[in-house]
Structures are given as structure tokens and as C-alpha cells.
């Protein structure tokens, strides 16, 4: 049995200084445990904790690490960078770097801006594209998450036509008026919206690759249809590419479906690691962006050049091809060995995988919208959760997240995980 005293201490120093413990909520262990392990050190694919406990890593910091931890070009640049100094509140040349690799490699943005967060770029994504469209309301995907922002924390009731009600107290009901909700997949839930506000629909925020309810890939024609939607209506599409940009392909989800969104959102893999987002797309939209235009945003650490550092030499280093050959090799590799592991133990899930994410729901039923991945059964997840922390694999501690594949994984790391998979299988059935 490992030992966890260490991490149970600092849990409980932490839990009286921040709340719950944990500086974002996706890092406790509610769901399946009693409190998270802290983790002191990451060396590719592998993590060792505060108990010098060493698992494999198949969260990678959410999406951050697409190279695993500490990849040599990175640390490298980082070291480079931080000689000149932190910030500097003055354009550096790195900036344009930044937003020139962005703007050849992402097919629809012409013009970019930094910001340091994901939420940060929807945020000012959907204030840019109300002001560009002057209208209000804006139609997002239950089950999709874009950040913490007000108006984009909001759940359907029980119908697709309800109008939005607040998921957390502190968000007005004047704001979650404006925000309607639409079943992922399902195009006839979009189009109802379309049709009930046909000229007050600012935008439709989406992500390409939904990987915040466990992963559910787009159905065929479902990224089709709402571009179609958009046009024929004069709202925006906006992807939020936070997981997917860079990770779909070196060019995101657009590029590996050929879909032209309006705006685009980033996140995650370009900051290399530190604190980065940055929203995108046509010179026409984005010059209404201040001080080109009037749609006001800033940021005091935006562009930081520790950050452009970071996140260009990873970029770089994914212009090889072979990473996301290699990346979807082991995943579906993961993929089917745990399909097999699970079908051999007699428990039943449903695993999408596409690229380097996987999700592993314990349900019969074919995950494709955020009702269908709640009928998953959590008191399942957590026994399997369990099994693989004791065993050495760090799991989204969520049922309803994504695991990150990193090239840094080796197919030992994916053969050892499943042969962990077929006795936390066997755990499961025991219950
Ligand atoms: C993580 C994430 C965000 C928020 O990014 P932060 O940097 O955590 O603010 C937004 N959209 C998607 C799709 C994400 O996965």
C-alpha cells in the first residue's frame, strides 16, 4: 500500500488557508477520495508526489502538456527568456512571434490577441462578437465549459428552450437571461433557438471537440450545420479551442474538419505550461478590438514574455508531424485495451477517444451529449479511480473528464496502464 501522509498533511494546512484546499476545483478529490495528493515533480510522462510516490500521468496539467512535463525546448527557452527579465508592460518582438505562428497555423484567424487565460479569451471573445453583431444573446452547449466568466456558467433547465438559469450562485438572472443552451450534437436544438430569437443571437460558442463532460467528439455534420446555422442567422461561431487548439491537429479541430469559424479561442498548450490564452480570427472582427476599435479589453501580464517563451517553443517543436501520429497511435492503443480489459472483467463502459484524449464512462449507453455521459456510474469510476492511483496512474479525479495522452508516454506506460485497467476492472465488478 502506498503512503499518503504527506500530501494528507499539507491538504489539511491548505484546506484552512484555501478554499477547499485547492486553487481550482477540477484538482479535488471529492468525487472519488477523502483529499488530493500533492505533487512535488514531473519528468515526462511520470509525476512523483510529496510521499515520493510515482504514478504515470494521464492528466498533464488539463491539457498543458502535450510534450509531458519539463520537454527540454522548453525549459531551455525558459531559461533564455528569464535573463532578459519578467514583464515589461512594452511590446517585445516575441509577441509578434507568438501571433504569427498562431495566424499561419490556425486556418481562420487572420489577427490574434494575448490574453493570460482561457476564460480571459472566451470571455472577450463573446463581449467582441456582441459588439460586432449588436445583439445580445449568445447560445452555448450543456455539458461545454468555457471558462469561469458569468454569462458562461450557465445550465439549461429542463427543456433546450428554457432560457438559462445561473449553475453557481453570484450570476445575476439579467445576465443568464441572455445566455440559451442547446444539447451538443443535436442540431435541432440549435435551430429551435435560431428560430425563437432569430435577430438576437450574437453568437454561438462551441467546443469543436466537447472535453469538459468526459470527451464527445462532434457527430458527422454537427460543426457543418452550425457554421450554416450561424451564416444564414448573422451570428458568430466561435470555436473554443482551449483543449483542442494545437492538439486536434497542428492546426486544432478547424483544421482537422475543415470548418471556418468566425473567432477562436486558445488556450492551454500555447502557453507552454504557463498562464496563456489568446482569441482570434477574421482582420474584420478582430480590428473592432481597442485601441484599433472600440470593444475595450487589456491585461497587465498579456504577451508576457516568459509565457510567449515558453509556449512558441513548444509550438515549435509540434510542426513534426509525427507527434500527433504517435500521440493517436498510443491513445487508441489505450483506447482498446481498456475496451478489452473492461468487456473481460464484465463492466460495462462506452470509451470515446480521438487524438490524445480519452474518456472511459461507465455506461452501456453511446456517449454524444452531457445526458447521455451523466447516466455514467460514479460510484464505478471512483472504485476504478482508486485502483490506479494505488497502482501508479493519475486519473482525472472525475468521471467527467478528459485523460491527456502526452508524447512523452511510451507504449510501456500504455501496456503497464491496462494491465493496471484489468485489476481495477475486476475491483469494479467486486463491488
Ligand atoms: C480550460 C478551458 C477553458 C478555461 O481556461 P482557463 O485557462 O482555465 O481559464 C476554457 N475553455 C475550455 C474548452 C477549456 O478546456
Redesign the pocket.
Known amino acids: 500500500m502506498r503512503s499518503f501522509e504527506n500530501s494528507k498533511k499539507l491538504y489539511q494546512e491548505a484546506v484552512k488557508l484555501i478554499p477547499g484546499g485547492v486553487n481550482?476545483p477540477v484538482r479535488a478529490f471529492q468525487a472519488v477520495g477523502d483529499f488530493p495528493i500533492f505533487v512535488k515533480e514531473g519528468n515526462g510522462s511520470h509525476i512523483i508526489d510529496v510521499d515520493n510516490n510515482e504514478y504515470v500521468d494521464f492528466i498533464c496539467s488539463?491539457?498543458p502538456l502535450i510534450l509531458g512535463h519539463k520537454p527540454q525546448a522548453v525549459t531551455e527557452a525558459l531559461k533564455e527568456a528569464i535573463n532578459t527579465g519578467t514583464t515589461f508592460g512594452i511590446p517585445t518582438e516575441i509577441e509578434n512571434e507568438m501571433a504569427k505562428f498562431i495566424c499561419e497555423n490556425v486556418p481562420s484567424v487572420e489577427m490574434v490577441r494575448m490574453v493570460s487565460?482561457?476564460?480571459?479569451?472566451?470571455m472577450s471573445a463573446l463581449r467582441l462578437a456582441r459588439a460586432y453583431t449588436k445583439r445580445d444573446k449568445i447560445v452555448k452547449f450543456e455539458g461545454?465549459?468555457?471558462?469561469?466568466a458569468d454569462h458562461l456558467l450557465i445550465k439549461a433547465g429542463s427543456g433546450a428552450l428554457t432560457l438559462g438559469v445561473p449553475s453557481t450562485p453570484g450570476v445575476p438572472e439579467s445576465i443568464a437571461n441572455n445566455t440559451l443552451n442547446a444539447r451538443y450534437n443535436d442540431l435541432i436544438s440549435v435551430e429551435a433557438l435560431f428560430k425563437q430569437f432569430p435577430e438576437q443571437i450574437a453568437a454561438v460558442i462551441v467546443?469543436p471537440i466537447a472535453?469538459?463532460m468526459g470527451l464527445v467528439p462532434p457527430k458527422a455534420g454537427f460543426l457543418t450545420g452550425l457554421r450554416e446555422l450561424c451564416t444564414k442567422y448573422r451570428a458568430l461561431l466561435i470555436f473554443?479551442?482551449?483543449?483542442?487548439g494545437f492538439r486536434a491537429s497542428i492546426g486544432g479541430a478547424q483544421k482537422l474538419y475543415g470548418i471556418t469559424p468566425d473567432l477562436t479561442?486558445l488556450?492551454?498548450i500555447i502557453g507552454g505550461g504557463l498562464?496563456v490564452?489568446a482569441y482570434g480570427g477574421k482582420k474584420e472582427i478582430m480590428s473592432q478590438v481597442a485601441p484599433a476599435g472600440p470593444v475595450y479589453q487589456a491585461g497587465t501580464l498579456s504577451g508576457n514574455p516568459l509565457a510567449m517563451a515558453a509556449g512558441l517553443a513548444l509550438l515549435n517543436q509540434l510542426k513534426d508531424e509525427e507527434i500527433y501520429t504517435k500521440l493517436e497511435r498510443l491513445t487508441s492503443l489505450l483506447a482498446l485495451g481498456l475496451k478489452q480489459a473492461a468487456d473481460e472483467a464484465g463492466v460495462k463502459v462506452s470509451i470515446n477517444y480521438l487524438g490524445s484524449l480519452l474518456t472511459v464512462f461507465f455506461t452501456e449507453s453511446l456517449v454524444e451529449c452531457y445526458e447521455q455521459a451523466q447516466s455514467s456510474n460514479t460510484a464505478q469510476f471512483k472504485v476504478f479511480f482508486q485502483s490506479m492511483l494505488e497502482q501508479g496512474y493519475y486519473l482525472p479525479p472525475s468521471q467527467f473528464e478528459c485523460w491527456f495522452v502526452s508524447a512523452a508516454h511510451t507504449e510501456e506506460d500504455i501496456n503497464n496502464a491496462v494491465e493496471a485497467a484489468k485489476r481495477a476492472f475486476q475491483k469494479v465488478k467486486e463491488m
Request: net charge negative; hydrophobic share 15%; glycine share 22%.
Open positions: 481550482s488539463w491539457g487565460s482561457g476564460t480571459e479569451a472566451t461545454c465549459y468555457h471558462g469561469h467546443e472535453g469538459n473554443d479551442e482551449v483543449i483542442s479561442c488556450g492551454k498562464p490564452g
